[in-house]
């Protein structure tokens, strides 16, 4: 099994910086794509970013450019650096781990079984 938290989050000003941090352990995590997802209220939990156990990463398009996914398989820790932050931006945010191992990214949401307790971002002045 693979367990996730995330830390990092917190409240920024528009137009500011976060980096966000998904520690994993468990199973070998080496071998898992690990997706960031977000949840807004009152909108649907959308993936923002993804990064395969090869280090190939794929972002949102509504994110690309303003979304780093690193990850440090030493560590055992994802992480997802947001840039420019807007204030429709801020929600809850999720690093997840699929259910089966793959060299690439799940890309449907339901393969997602693993999850963290999630990290809120607010932006505002």
């Known amino acids: 099994q693979v367990q996730l938290v995330e830390s990092g989050g917190g409240s920024v000003q528009p137009g500011g910086s976060l980096t966000l941090s998904c520690a994993t352990s468990?199973?070998?995590?080496?071998?898992?794509?690990i997706a960031w997802f977000r949840q807004a209220p009152g909108k649907e939990r959308e993936r923002v970013a993804c990064?395969?156990?090869?280090?190939?990463?794929e972002y949102a398009e509504s994110g690309e450019g303003r979304f780093i996914i690193t990850r440090d398989n030493v560590k055992n820790t994802v992480y997802l650096q947001k840039d420019s932050l807007k204030p429709d931006e801020a929600a809850v945010y999720y690093c997840?781990?699929?259910?089966?191992?793959?060299?690439?990214?799940?890309?449907?949401?339901?393969?997602?079984?693993?999850w963290g307790q999630g990290s809120q971002i607010t932006v505002s002045e």
């Open positions: 997840a781990a699929p259910r089966l191992m793959a060299p690439f990214c799940w890309k449907i949401q339901a393969e997602y079984t693993r």
């Open positions: 468990g199973d070998t995590v080496d071998y898992y794509g």
């Open positions: 990064i395969s156990s090869r280090g190939n990463t």
